[in-house]
């Protein structure tokens, strides 16, 4: 069974940075795609990035592409989202998802098999 446990998320300025971690632990598969997503109160939860097994084939909604980077370090089992020039409508609880269904990613939650408890980053103007 595995595991995914967010972390990283906090208070930022707008034009600010975040990195959040998302570390894997219990039984993984040896290929699966990561994927980051994130729901503001009162809207659906929607796609943000998605990286293949391997680290390739990096995926970014149109909104954040540009300012954020996913990477992933499989040895450690931990993937990561980079989050530069944050805007206040990227507050959101951010979650982090696995996908052996899609290992290559996926932009569509049903698509994920694991998720996170989220992680709250909070973007002031």
């Known amino acids: 069974q595995v595991q995914l446990v967010e972390s990283g998320g906090g208070l930022v300025q707008a034009g600010g940075s975040l990195r959040l971690s998302c570390a894997a632990s219990g039984r993984t598969a040896s290929r699966y795609a990561m994927g980051w997503f994130r729901q503001a109160p009162g809207k659906e939860r929607e796609f943000v990035a998605g990286?293949?097994?391997?680290?390739?084939?990096?995926d970014y909604a149109d909104s954040v592409k540009g300012r954020f980077t996913a990477a992933r370090d499989n040895s450690e089992k931990t993937v990561y989202l980079q989050m530069n020039s944050l805007k206040p409508e990227d507050t959101a609880v951010y979650y982090c998802?696995?996908?052996?269904?899609?290992?290559?990613?996926?932009?569509?939650?049903?698509?994920?098999?694991?998720w996170g408890q989220g992680t709250q980053v909070t973007v002031s103007s």
């Open positions: 990286i293949a097994w391997n680290g390739g084939w990096p």
């Open positions: 998802a696995a996908s052996v269904r899609s290992p290559f990613g996926a932009r569509e939650s049903l698509e994920y098999d694991t």
